[in-house]
């Protein structure tokens, strides 16, 4: 890919990151983003206009005496623009923006039109500012020539018009700074809770490999929702109101410098476009080496949780050597690339640094021999001065900034890339789900018909041509040796995984709860972990303090009376009481089908028979995985699997369990 295809990749990518908060990308185009743009820069400019105008009136009314003396040919100027046609173009220019702002204000519901107000307040900030900068540097040429002619009366009104335009510049920094960042946080908010909204949906966390340092596509999607998205809202925001102001400034100044010098203009532009190209042609490793250094810091980081998850378990096996040369690994990795960034960015700073020191020279270059030839006064050289290190500046951006810029580059790509996943995990889930969901409308049982049976990501076949059908207050165990596919047939009949051939018919999904070997212990309080994933006001206090005791966890309402404190409770919670706790919250959910992944395996043989006891009481009708030969009294039949893509389906009475089992 050239350099000229990369950027317009790179464009894209930020537009369908960008666009949507802006304006909704399902039902416009580019161009009518673009459109929506221009039409808040013409409405800004007018608005400017306007305002300008009725101050200069207003204070030529009410304070002559002050307006001449702190806006000195200022009137003058803004009448200069009414009586030319630059006014009437500006008002006209500033209609058709308001008249594209009605037209598509259906497009800026849901809240949409805030970030088009504070963008607009921005802007109009800059502008003001901007404005000041340009007065400031003919107040500079002014005091230079007042000292050099000794005017101690002129010079000292000079700087009081210079003390105010300070004045007034503060406050207005202020509250640029401020929406600056209030912007990026409203942005942050929704860019973050629509990526959120979407990794939940369609059980895109679930079939994204957050985990596999292999992958091609997506690692680590929490660190994507959380600091990428912060970091992208917060650099857009950053870097387009910083060019925003390199654009004005450059308007503005390069007037006054083409005023003074047109050659020094000339060579301005001729250098800056020389330099950036030098810089950009010799920083494009550093977008490679910043996306690196994000995924490897997430990767580190992920260990150190893997750690803090795990602790006990470590402690148990005294594996504190083996986690020790894992988490150096990995912070290995974050060294030797990051070690490879800061030479570039070195080299990178060794050229920025050479075009600052040699455009120094320029000013003087140019305008040293028309001072001599007496063409111009003293103050020239100050004014040039501030003119040409403004001008510098906002054509320099990109020299200046390309090692923020490269990282932002990365960032695009990282959050583009993992939204675009994730949506096209929705979509596939959410059409394989309607499907499902049509096949189970009519279901009142779970059937399996001539399934074949392949884990994602793999082309081993665990179960081949399998027909099967448990209907209510059928009871079917599913056995076999260890790797054989057990848990796999389980994720196949609960929906997670899709069949690779035949098909399987499942009842509604409010009909059908998977309990795990190791039951999912979620952040919240004790009544949360209860009513998972049902709302917990649903159930009485008492109610609950009764399914407790049903599942023999009577010493837990005693240990815990309040339902509502909130513990770290898979550290206070042994396996076994976690097991019991997820068939309290199976009784409270009472759903007709239930699938069990060795759910009991951590307790004691009595206890398991309670607890099988109470679903056949209820009626429900469940496939369960489990080795133990007491599991056979509460099953109607038993499916052996053998992991070859054989299996055997018989009645519970008629098996017998092995050793190989």
């Not at 654009?247 to 020094?264: A, E, G, P, Q, Y």
Request: with cysteine; proline share 5%; charged share 20%.
């Amino acid at each position: 890919m050239n350099p000229l295809q990369a950027f317009r990749s790179q464009l894209g990518k930020l537009r369908r990151l960008a666009q949507p908060y802006f304006l909704p990308v399902e039902d416009t185009s580019a161009w009518q983003f673009l459109l929506l743009i221009v039409a808040l820069i013409t409405v800004v400019v007018g608005s400017t206009l306007l305002l300008l105008s009725g101050v200069v009136a207003a204070s030529g009314a009410l304070i002559p005496e002050l307006q001449a003396r702190f806006l000195p040919g200022v009137p003058q100027q803004v009448n200069a623009i009414w009586a030319s046609p630059a006014g009437p173009v500006v008002m006209v220019l500033f209609v058709a923006g308001l008249i594209c702002f009605g037209a598509l204000r259906s497009k800026l519901r849901q809240g949409r039109w805030l970030p088009w107000l504070l963008m607009g307040l921005i802007t109009l900030l800059i502008l003001v500012i901007n404005g000041i900068n340009v007065g400031i540097s003919f107040i500079a040429r002014n005091i230079e020539n007042a000292l050099v002619a000794y005017q101690v009366e002129q010079f000292w009104e000079i700087v009081a018009i210079y003390a105010f335009c300070l004045v007034l510049a503060l406050p207005v920094r202020a509250i640029l700074t401020y929406l600056n960042k209030w912007i990026g946080l409203l942005w942050r908010e929704w860019l973050s809770g629509r990526l959120l909204s979407r990794y939940l949906s369609g059980r895109a966390y679930y079939v994204l490999n957050p985990n596999d340092e292999m992958a091609e596509e997506i690692d680590n999607p929490d660190q994507r929702i959380s600091d990428d998205a912060k970091e992208f809202t917060r650099t857009s925001v950053e870097v387009l109101v910083e060019v925003a102001y390199a654009l004005l400034t450059f308007s503005s100044f390069i007037l006054v410098l083409w005023s003074i010098s047109s050659s020094l203009a000339v060579y301005l532009l001729l250098y800056s476009v020389l330099g950036t190209a030098i810089v950009v042609y010799a920083s494009r490793k550093l977008v490679a080496l910043n996306y690196g250094q994000l995924r490897l810091e997430a990767d580190f980081r992920y260990g150190l949780v893997h750690i803090r998850d795990n602790a006990e378990s470590i402690a148990f096996y005294r594996g504190e050597q083996q986690e020790g040369r894992e988490a150096s690994r990995r912070l290995k990795g974050v060294i030797s690339n990051y070690n490879k960034l800061i030479v570039w960015e070195a080299l990178i700073g060794v050229i920025q640094r050479s075009y600052d020191y040699f455009s120094r020279f320029l000013p003087w270059l140019i305008i040293a021999p028309i001072y001599f030839a007496k063409d111009v006064d003293f103050g020239v050289f100050g004014q040039a001065g501030i003119a040409f290190s403004q001008v510098l500046s906002s054509v320099s951006y990109i020299v200046n900034n390309i090692d923020r810029l490269a990282a932002f580059s990365a960032s695009i790509s990282r959050l583009e890339g993992f939204q675009g996943k994730v949506d096209a995990i929705s979509r596939s889930e959410a059409q394989r789900d309607l499907l499902a969901d049509e096949a189970s409308a009519a279901s009142r049982s779970l059937v399996v018909r001539h399934v074949d049976l392949v884990p994602p990501q793999s082309d081993r076949r665990l179960i081949h041509d399998l027909s099967l059908e448990v209907g209510t207050n059928q009871r079917v165990l599913v056995v076999g040796p260890s790797g054989c596919g057990k848990t796999s047939f389980l994720r196949l009949v609960s929906g997670l995984w899709p069949p690779a051939a035949g098909e399987v018919e499942r009842p509604p999904v409010s009909e059908l709860l998977f309990i795990p070997q190791k039951p999912y212990m979620l952040l919240g309080s004790l009544r949360e972990q209860l009513c998972y994933p049902q709302d917990p006001q649903r159930f009485s206090d008492e109610h609950l303090r009764s399914v407790l005791e049903e599942v023999r966890l009577g010493a837990l309402v005693q240990r815990y009376p309040d339902f509502d404190i909130k513990q770290d409770w898979p550290r206070l919670l042994s396996l076994g009481e976690q097991q019991r706790l997820a068939f309290a919250r199976l009784l409270l959910n009472s759903p007709r089908f239930v699938v069990l992944d060795e759910a009991t395996s951590a307790l004691d043989v009595s206890t398991e028979q309670h607890l099988y006891a109470l679903l056949t009481q209820r009626e429900m009708a469940f496939v369960s995985v489990g080795h133990r030969p007491t599991l056979k009294a509460f099953h109607n039949l038993v499916l052996e699997l053998d992991g070859l893509g054989g299996w055997k389906l018989m009645p519970a009475t008629s098996y017998t369990f092995n050793s190989g089992v």
